[in-house]
């Protein structure tokens, strides 16, 4: 592993540990270059997905992206940061198990939209929000008009 600080290709792992309930490793690493101590968490990863965007074009999936924007609607809510790595680690094993390396990102926000509902309201009507591109008021209040149906 190379050192984030000097590039030095030669570090040690002076620590391991499970991560995110065993989905994950976390290293403890040091470089013997500059001294410096970094951490490093590895993944298990059943396949490339690749996400189709809705104009076509074709991008490598990003996890980060995935949690950051889960955050995002989270923000301010009862919501502890374990919680959300649960989700998302749920998220991306339907992603991996479905036994297709293209998936369209419309079938991820689904997803998204679908484990919010259950987890947080709020959070789920503010990803909703930027999901399905509200414009004005009026469409909070027709979404949440169809929330209220379907509750």
Same mark, same amino acid.
Do not use: H, L, M, W
């Given at each position: 592993m190379r050192c984030p600080f000097c590039g030095h290709?030669?570090?040690q792992v002076k620590d391991s540990r499970p991560?995110?309930?065993?989905?994950?490793i976390r290293r403890r690493r040091f470089c013997a270059n500059c001294g410096q101590r970094?951490?490093?968490i590895e993944r298990v990863q059943l396949r490339e997905l690749t996400i189709?965007? =809705?104009d076509g074009r074709r991008v490598p999936f990003d996890r980060e992206k995935l949690a @950051? =924007?889960?955050r995002i609607a989270m923000r301010k809510r009862p919501i502890q940061?374990? @919680?959300i790595e649960r989700i998302v680690n749920g998220i991306v094993r339907q992603l991996e198990s479905s036994g297709e390396s293209d998936i369209p990102s419309k079938q991820i926000g689904e997803l998204v939209m679908e484990t919010l509902?259950?987890?947080d309201p709020v959070?789920?009507?503010r990803f909703a929000s930027v999901y399905r591109n509200f414009r004005e008021a009026k469409d909070f209040g027709t979404f949440l008009g169809s929330l209220g149906e379907t509750t």
């Open positions: 290709e030669d570090t991560a995110d309930d065993g989905a994950a970094f951490t490093t189709v965007k =809705s @950051r =924007s889960i940061e374990e @919680r509902k259950e987890v959070a789920y009507v």
